[in-house]
């Protein structure tokens, strides 16, 4: 008998102890947790510019999750003015999240590898992959000069890095038609 009111007394605790905690658990940021513990999607890949200089490139699915979004009002609309405190490029009137967004761009040159600056970069192209077409290399005196178009067909931009001495500094991300010429030359 002594037995089975222990176990009663037990159980009781339990129950109690679960009822408490249960209370002060908030389940809604258990459930926000679990979604931004998914697996995100990352597709990557390598583009030959020359047999000896390639670029090595990753686009990751965007998780509005991971990210502070800030909204603005216009006359006529609200939209997405800023992520994580930044301004961004990647669409023409930002009213949706961003698709993806590039998550690294590496070139080798030289025997050098070099990490180009890549933030504030989204929706770099359509097809969520990167290609030959969308880059440009110049060599100019003693160092290089990479031009980069991003498009997702709709919010086109573009920018390029400065490399020299195993480094590299990146112009600012431009949607003027002026910074496009690069493209028109041979």
Request: with cysteine; aromatic share 12%.
């Amino acid at each position: 008998m002594k037995n089975k009111f222990t176990i009663s007394i037990l159980i009781l605790v339990l129950i109690i102890l679960i009822f408490t905690l249960s209370q002060k658990l908030n389940f809604s940021e258990v459930k926000k947790l679990s979604k931004v513990t998914e697996i995100e999607k990352v597709n990557s890949g390598l583009i030959d510019l020359t047999s000896e200089i390639i670029l090595d490139w990753s686009i990751k699915e965007f998780n509005k999750e991971l990210h502070k979004i800030e909204f603005c009002e216009s006359i006529d609309a609200n939209y997405i003015c800023k992520i994580d405190n930044e301004d961004w490029f990647g669409s023409d009137f930002k009213m949706n999240y961003p698709k993806n967004k590039l998550e690294n761009l590496t070139i080798k040159l030289n025997e050098c590898y070099v990490k180009l600056d890549v933030s504030k970069m989204f929706n770099p192209n359509y097809s969520g992959e990167l290609n030959k077409n969308q880059f440009k290399l110049e060599k100019q005196n003693d160092n290089y000069i990479l031009y980069g178009f991003f498009s997702d067909g709709a919010g086109s931009y573009t920018t390029n890095w400065k490399i020299k001495d195993c480094k590299s500094e990146r112009s600012e991300l431009s949607q003027d038609e002026k910074d496009f010429e690069w493209q028109n030359s041979n």
